[in-house]
């Protein structure tokens, strides 16, 4: 446990702690861990690396910092997506279909376009179920994360951590 608890102090703490002394704010890194997360878990497979490239324009984030939290949070798409579908056909009010990650790979495998064209409304579903979650999500996140960041940031500031 201790070499856990050292690993994820040296990683995560440094980490952000250096993107802190790059000059990045604690609200600019809290809302690149928000959005970085959402779009690790953004539930259409193949499209983390754009939806990445538009957050960093859209938002004027560090990209690196995006980067990094997207693919800490890209193994969360495997949990997610099939519930994002869930919600989705909750919200539209239709049938649950039978949906496994194994089909889903085995589709993309045969392509992009082909698993777009087989899933169809599947799509619509998984989008609109992480659209409904990560309103809310996202918001918690960034307050979440904000204020651990700020305190790093004092840290930084009075040199109490090097």
Same mark, same amino acid.
């Given at each position: 446990?201790?070499? $856990?608890?050292?690993? %994820? ?24 861990? *928000?959005i ?17 490239? /538009? ?12 980067? /990094? ?6 193994? /969360? ?5 099939i519930?994002?579908?869930? %919600? ?11 949906? *496994? ?11 992009? %376009?082909?698993?777009?064209?087989? /899933?169809?409304?599947? %799509?619509v ?6 659209l409904? $979650? ?8 960034y ?15 009075e040199?109490?951590?090097?």
């Open positions: 446990m201790y070499r $856990f608890q050292s690993y %994820l102090k040296d990683k995560l703490i440094g980490g952000l702690l250096k993107f802190l002394k790059q000059g990045i704010s604690p609200q600019k890194l809290a809302l690149a861990i *928000s970085g997360f959402l779009v690790g878990i953004f539930p259409i497979l193949g499209t983390h690396t754009a939806l990445s490239m /538009l957050v960093i324009y859209l938002f004027r984030l560090n990209p690196a910092s995006i980067f /990094l939290i997207t693919n800490l949070a890209f193994p /969360l798409f495997f949990v997610f997506v519930p994002f579908v869930r %919600l989705g056909e909750n919200i539209f009010n239709e049938q649950h279909i039978a949906i *496994s990650i194994e089909s889903v790979y085995k589709m993309m495998n045969l392509g992009f %376009l082909n698993a777009i064209e087989t /899933l169809g409304m599947t %799509l579903y998984a989008f609109t179920g992480w409904v $979650f990560s309103i809310p999500a996202g918001l918690v996140l307050f979440l994360s904000l204020r651990p960041l700020r305190s790093l940031g004092k840290m930084k500031s040199k109490i951590l090097t």
